[in-house]
């Protein structure tokens, strides 16, 4: 490996090991819940988008619902329960909206990561056997007769 691939691995070698050291994280991963997300990344990668994605709508509602909760202060009770309602509906949809999302992004990162890792996994296999072959001097050779590119110019 080269020297700096060497050092972003040590790098993120320490960023894990500080991760991992954390209280916060050990009793999380000793928990059911940290246990059962370990066992199921499928479950826990849909679980890490739905949050990354659904942060700035969740955001928005609590600025919304901070404003709305000013504006009753100010005398609009009869108001604020509607557009709570509605903003609430609407939260509802989008949040539903980006769970679908998250999930089918998540399936497809995941038939990715596995399409991509056989591929790589035969690619290596295939070039060890070829290279296994090469050195043994098994290599296929080309017989004279068999070769129909050189043999069409002489047919006439």
């Not at 020297?3 to 954390?22: G, Y």
């Amino acid at each position: 490996m080269s020297k700096e691939m060497q050092e972003l691995q040590k790098q993120w070698h320490s960023v894990m090991q500080t991760i991992h050291s954390n209280e916060s994280v050990v009793a999380f991963m000793n928990s059911r819940v940290g246990q059962y997300l370990d066992d199921h990344p499928f479950v826990a990668l849909s679980l890490l988008m739905f949050i990354a994605v659904s942060a700035i709508p969740v955001g928005f509602f609590l600025v919304f619902v901070v404003t709305t909760a000013v504006m009753a202060c100010i005398g609009v009770i009869v108001m604020e329960g509607v557009v709570l309602a509605i903003g609430g509906i609407a939260l509802l949809c989008v949040l539903c909206g980006l769970g679908a999302l998250s999930l089918g992004v998540s399936g497809v990162l995941s038939v990715s990561y596995v399409a991509l890792s056989t591929l790589v996994n035969y690619w290596c296999a295939s070039r060890g056997q070829m290279r296994k072959q090469d050195v043994n001097g098994s290599l296929p050779q080309k017989q004279p007769g068999l070769d129909l590119s050189a043999n069409t110019g002489k047919s006439e």
